[in-house]
């Protein structure tokens, strides 16, 4: 998976408020930190730790890939990123709006869900089945994306 970089001005503007999120939520804002949150955010995907780490690669940046594994479980233990379990690898992703996601069955593909679109659907699974969401409010729904499905 290979993401495009967002702009400088945008990658620099970005850097303030990547930094007080990560102090706001304990952590120091170390230039490694900083630099996976930025990659992270900036992808508009879930990753796991092997693509985050390969984007550093890509970008000639040095890393280990344990401390990149910790790093993500850090952010997701303070409440920085979410983790999302499907098959294959764990998947990270950074958002400040609560959503659901949807987990693709073959090839792992997770996708962010607006609460919104799926208020009275989740409604009517609590109603049927008496389940309710998380603590972090959230469903995952497994299937197979539109790329799997068309194989």
């Known amino acids: 998976?290979?993401?495009t970089p967002p702009p400088a001005h945008q990658d620099a503007a970005a850097t303030p408020e990547l930094s007080l999120q990560l102090w706001r939520h304990g952590l120091r804002c170390t230039?490694?930190?900083l630099c996976r949150l930025r990659l992270l955010s900036a992808s508009g995907e879930h990753l796991s730790s092997a693509e985050l780490g390969g984007e550093l690669r890509g970008r000639g940046l040095p890393f280990d890939q344990a401390t990149v594994c910790?790093?993500?479980e850090t952010f997701t233990d303070v409440?920085?990123?979410h983790a999302v379990h499907?098959?294959?690898p764990k998947r990270y992703g950074v958002?400040?709006?609560p959503h659901h996601h949807t987990v693709c069955e073959e090839c792992g593909r997770v996708r962010d869900l607006a609460i919104d679109h799926m208020r009275i659907a989740v409604e009517r699974i609590?109603?049927?089945s008496g389940v309710r969401t998380g603590a972090a409010?959230?469903?995952l729904l497994y299937g197979r994306c539109a790329h799997c499905s068309q194989k």
């Open 1 to 3: 998976m290979t993401m």
């Open 31 to 33: 230039p490694s930190r």
């Open 70 to 72: 910790r790093t993500l």
């Open 79 to 81: 409440g920085v990123a």
């Open 86 to 88: 499907g098959p294959g």
């Open 95 to 97: 958002s400040s709006e």
């Open 126 to 128: 609590t109603e049927l």
């Open 137 to 139: 409010g959230s469903l």
